[in-house]
């Protein structure tokens, strides 16, 4: 049974959830002010994670989660903070203390973005709250996050090395903090965050409870748990690979080369107005976009070297639609949460196939379908076999006028380079994949000239 209440836009989000005995949000103890939020969402309906973790969380015991973004593990851990702040209003001692030091929930989040997207979740689940949140993030001044945190916040959001550069500089303390959150703790650690994150636990009161969410748990990660968790609650849910399974997934196998032209003509042939382009290294994604951009179309491209406001701009105007294409690194896209984002486009495939599965994850989010595009060339077929293993199934490949016509391994950067002689003259297989393209092409477009579409130009075979 699910409420029959509109959101703000009119929109009803549902969550999959896989237990046979459905709860309501108003099953889970939540307060009137949360429950009315919701509404005003558009949730109808509890996802797994959050019928599981919020009623032990608001008893006060710590949570062990193993859970990816898109789970709806954020209001998981957001609402039982929020409910224990409104009901237990700050004590005289507290409201003794000077206002930098009054902050009682620390959430500790290792990319800006994802910072960013939870402080966006507080603010809508305590929209009928007066409660405060401070978002402290590098990148940007400090000056204002200083300014926030003498005005006084109840709930810090942080990432792990603006918070520690701050505790040092002792714009704020850590000493009333009754709940720690430590959100996506293996990325912490892939990040090279971990030591920062200990440090911070350290300037924190050792009676306080812990919610930790992690979607790997690598031996450093269980240690960690091990260290800083007491008898948690654990609860798994949807391991990456079967959150893939609302994805149709696309691949192309093409050329190196020819990899800008397939994305111009997939963009074209299948009327994409919006996608999320992953590519692998930062100057990548930049040269894809300035590509983009020469065709016409509004990109721009969000990577670790862009300056937060750069990255803030392009996801906001992503959001907004001003921009059509968003190209992305991996690292940067962490986070990254487009309500029903249609299309996303792996441009190169990553070389572990868990981050394929984070990428697509940006789409088919919420109850919602999602298309997963990937442009595969000879080098990147062991990444594709790869992916295919870990989702147990393979992926649909389709045919376009670029074909793959090389079936040898690119030449490492580590060897010496072609000199411009030998450049000009190309080799015997050279000009045999050139050839063999060229006549490609021209079959392609006299076999598919009224091909249209995804589903009448799958490959048959
Ligand atoms: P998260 O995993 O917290 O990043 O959430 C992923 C997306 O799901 C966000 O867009 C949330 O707004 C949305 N969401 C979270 N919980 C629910 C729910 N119970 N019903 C519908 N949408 C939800």
Redesign the pocket.
């Known amino acids: 049974m699910y409420l029959t209440n509109l959101s703000k836009n009119g929109i009803i ?3 999959e959830n896989t237990s046979s005995n459905q709860l309501q949000f108003s099953d889970l103890g939540l307060d009137k002010r949360l429950l009315d939020a919701l509404v005003r ?1 558009g ?5 797994p994670i ?1 019928s599981q973790a919020i009623p032990p969380a608001l008893n006060g015991q710590d949570i062990l989660g193993c859970a990816q ?7 998981a851990f957001a609402l039982p903070i929020i409910q224990k702040l409104i009901l237990n209003p700050p004590s005289k001692t507290l409201l003794s203390c000077p206002p930098n030091k009054r902050a009682r929930a620390v959430i500790l989040t290792p990319t800006r973005e994802l910072a960013l ?1 939870i402080e966006q ?1 507080f603010k809508a689940y305590g929209r009928y709250t007066k409660l405060k949140c401070s978002l402290l993030i590098g990148g940007v001044s400090q000056y204002p996050q200083e300014l926030s945190l003498k005005q006084g916040a109840d709930i810090i959001i942080a990432t792990p090395g603006r918070l520690i550069d701050l505790l040092w500089q002792g714009a704020c303390e850590l000493a009333n903090i009754n709940t720690l959150v430590l959100d996506e703790a293996d990325r912490m650690l892939d990040m090279g965050f971990i030591n920062d994150v200990k440090r911070i636990i350290e300037f924190l009161p050792q009676n306080r409870q812990t919610l930790f969410f992690t979607a790997t748990m690598p031996l450093e990660i269980r240690k960690l748990c091990d260290t800083i968790l007491k008898s948690p609650v654990s609860i798994s849910v949807t391991p990456p690979s079967s959150t893939v399974d609302k994805i149709t997934q696309f691949v192309y196998l093409t050329d190196y080369s020819t990899k800008p032209d397939l994305l111009l003509w997939i963009l074209q042939e299948q009327n994409i107005k919006s996608a999320i382009i992953f590519c692998r290294t930062k100057h990548g994604a930049d040269r894809l976009a300035t590509k983009l951009e020469k065709a016409n179309i509004k990109t721009a491209s969000i990577h670790g070297d862009k300056s937060q406001g750069a990255r803030q701009n392009a996801l906001s105007g992503f959001k907004a639609g001003r921009i059509n294409m968003l190209v992305a690194t991996d690292i940067a896209a962490r986070g990254i ?1 487009v ?1 029903a984002l249609g299309y996303v486009i792996n441009y190169e495939l990553p070389n572990e196939p868990e981050t394929y599965v984070h990428r697509i994850g940006r789409t088919g ?3 919602n379908t999602g298309i997963a595009i990937s442009l595969c060339d000879y080098d990147e077929k062991d990444y594709l076999k790869d992916i295919e293993k870990l989702i147990k199934k393979p992926i649909t490949q389709l045919d376009s006028p670029y074909p793959m016509t090389v079936f040898v391994k690119k030449e490492k950067k580590t060897q010496p380079r072609r000199s411009q002689k030998n450049k000009s003259k190309p080799n015997n297989l050279q000009k045999s994949n050139t050839q063999n393209k060229k006549n490609q092409q021209k079959n392609y477009h006299k076999k598919s000239s009224n091909k249209s579409n995804l589903i009448n130009n799958t490959k048959k075979d």
């Open positions: 989000k549902v969550m969402e949730y109808v309906t509890p996802s959050q973004t898109g789970t709806g593990k954020t209001a997207q979740s949460d309500d989010r919420a109850g």
